[in-house]
């Protein structure tokens, strides 16, 4: 079996534009020439070029999947070179108890240290569903409306599991386009901004669609190559992401039975809804902030439920939100420590930002640490 040397293809690459609303990750930084997604390529290929040969392939094949195959290979990938900065030696998928494998072993000196087990937040299936439909949608309305002066906004009044047409929906739309009169639409807009604009309702296949012209500026009207969406609808969230949080690391916390060192679960939130401080306290400890725990008649944390500490062998947890491939100089991991682990965390392996909640003072301690920025020797505005 050959070893890949590469993770994308030499090729001439001319496209400059944005991404299709369909389109995978990897496609597009595949193709495009833009200068931020060459310096992405450029530091996954020399990340790429560190991992194990043996677990390259199927590496590769991952990341060059659907987005969700993406961003799982791609957290394993950037964890591994995380801790290759760190100074740590690295054994990828150990056997542990029961046969199964997790993502790291991690030694420095010959000593075993510690295991890390990854994990990432993703919408649900249904949420999968419903993006990728729209996500077509909307790459079919940006090829078939052709308007020189106004952009289209679009509301979701009502959502179904079948796939709208989005083929009626451009000749809808075209139709309704040909009725307006450019100047009087903005003297309506500079009046009553866009909620003076005209509605119009589509439905079809259980979907109902209310769309919206919007007049553009003088300087776009008669411009190529823009596209005719201006205006998106907000997602559709189902579930907290303090939730979800809980959710996935109760799925990895007994996973792989007693564990004879320190376990921790690096979890990558990705989610439009930002996770932010009081998500991840709730998640964790069932209190915002974890001082009140024992003062709630109610408490569902990872660690700490209605009886008391739980899931102890889990040590810490390292919290990511939002990591991306253009993000990795802005998202810097939180590494928050189990209080009542059976096997505590050492804090002095780790160089980036931490948290220990001290039992004794009831209070939070933060350790401030270093930056991604600073670990991986990235510029500020990087990619950008």
């Given at each position: 079996?050959?070893?890949?040397?590469?993770?994308?293809?030499?090729?001439?690459?001319?496209?400059?534009?944005?991404?299709?609303?369909?389109?995978?990750?990897?496609?597009?930084?595949?193709?495009?020439?833009?200068?931020?997604?060459?310096?992405?390529?450029?530091?996954?290929?020399?990340?790429?070029?560190?991992?194990?040969?043996?677990?390259?392939?199927?590496?590769?094949?991952?990341?060059?999947?659907?987005?969700?195959?993406f961003?799982?290979?791609?957290?394993?990938?950037?964890?591994?070179?995380?801790?290759?900065?760190?100074?740590?030696n690295?054994?990828?998928?150990?056997?542990?108890?029961?046969?199964?494998?997790?993502e790291?072993?991690?030694?420095?000196q010959?000593?075993?240290?510690?295991?890390?087990?990854?994990?990432?937040?993703?919408?649900?299936e249904?949420?999968?569903?419903?993006?990728?439909?729209?996500?077509?949608?909307?790459?079919?309305?940006?090829?078939?409306i052709?308007?020189?002066?106004?952009?289209?906004?679009?509301?979701?009044?009502?959502?179904?599991?079948?796939?709208p047409s989005a083929?009626k929906?451009?000749k809808?739309i075209?139709?309704e386009?040909?009725?307006?009169?450019?100047?009087?639409?903005?003297?309506?807009?500079n009046?009553?901004?866009?909620?003076?604009?005209?509605?119009?309702?589509?439905?079809?296949?259980?979907?109902?669609?209310?769309?919206?012209?919007?007049?553009?500026?003088?300087?776009?009207?008669?411009k190529?190559?823009?596209?005719?969406?201006?205006?998106?609808?907000?997602?559709?969230?189902?579930i907290?992401?303090?939730?979800?949080?809980?959710?996935?690391?109760?799925?990895?916390?007994?996973?792989?039975?007693?564990?004879?060192?320190?376990?921790?679960?690096?979890i990558?939130?990705?989610?439009?809804?930002?996770?932010?401080?009081?998500d991840?306290?709730?998640?964790?400890?069932?209190?915002?902030?974890?001082?009140?725990?024992k003062?709630?008649?109610?408490?569902?944390?990872?660690?700490?439920?209605?009886e008391?500490?739980?899931?102890?062998?889990v040590?810490?947890?390292?919290?990511?939100?939002?990591?991306?491939?253009?993000?990795?100089?802005?998202?810097?991991?939180?590494?928050?420590?189990?209080p009542?682990?059976?096997?505590?965390?050492?804090?002095?392996?780790?160089?980036?930002?931490?948290?220990?909640?001290?039992?004794?003072?009831?209070?939070?301690?933060?350790?401030?640490?270093?930056?991604?920025?600073?670990?991986?020797?990235?510029?500020?505005?990087?990619?950008?």
């Amino acid at each position: 079996m050959s070893v890949p040397d590469k993770l994308f293809d030499d090729i001439n690459r001319v496209y400059n534009g944005p991404a299709e609303f369909a389109e995978s990750i990897f496609n597009y930084l595949n193709r495009s020439a833009r200068p931020e997604s060459q310096k992405v390529r450029e530091l996954l290929e020399e990340w790429f070029s560190k991992y194990p040969d043996e677990e390259k392939e199927d590496l590769k094949n991952r990341l060059r999947s659907d987005d969700w195959s993406f961003y799982s290979a791609f957290f394993e990938l950037y964890l591994y070179n995380m801790l290759l900065n760190f100074g740590f030696n690295i054994e990828i998928h150990p056997k542990v108890e029961r046969e199964k494998r997790l993502e790291f072993k991690v030694f420095k000196q010959g000593n075993s240290l510690f295991l890390l087990e990854a994990t990432t937040v993703m919408p649900t299936e249904e949420e999968k569903s419903a993006e990728a439909v729209e996500s077509h949608v909307y790459d079919v309305l940006n090829r078939e409306i052709h308007s020189s002066d106004f952009f289209i906004g679009i509301e979701i009044a009502k959502r179904s599991p079948l796939s709208p047409s989005a083929k009626k929906m451009s000749k809808f739309i075209s139709q309704e386009l040909r009725r307006l009169n450019y100047n009087e639409l903005i003297q309506k807009l500079n009046k009553n901004g866009i909620e003076g604009m005209p509605r119009w309702k589509w439905t079809g296949n259980g979907w109902e669609i209310i769309f919206f012209p919007i007049p553009k500026s003088p300087e776009m009207r008669g411009k190529r190559g823009v596209r005719p969406i201006g205006i998106f609808p907000p997602k559709v969230f189902y579930i907290r992401t303090d939730k979800k949080v809980r959710k996935n690391l109760k799925k990895k916390a007994t996973r792989y039975g007693e564990i004879d060192l320190p376990y921790v679960i690096a979890i990558n939130v990705l989610s439009d809804v930002a996770c932010d401080r009081e998500d991840i306290e709730l998640a964790l400890f069932g209190a915002s902030p974890p001082s009140n725990i024992k003062t709630l008649t109610k408490v569902d944390g990872f660690w700490y439920g209605p009886e008391g500490p739980q899931n102890q062998r889990v040590s810490a947890v390292l919290i990511l939100n939002n990591l991306r491939p253009w993000d990795i100089a802005k998202v810097t991991p939180i590494l928050w420590h189990n209080p009542w682990a059976k096997r505590p965390f050492n804090t002095n392996y780790w160089k980036l930002p931490q948290i220990v909640f001290d039992l004794n003072s009831n209070k939070l301690k933060e350790n401030q640490g270093i930056s991604a920025q600073e670990l991986f020797k990235l510029d500020s505005t990087w990619p950008f």
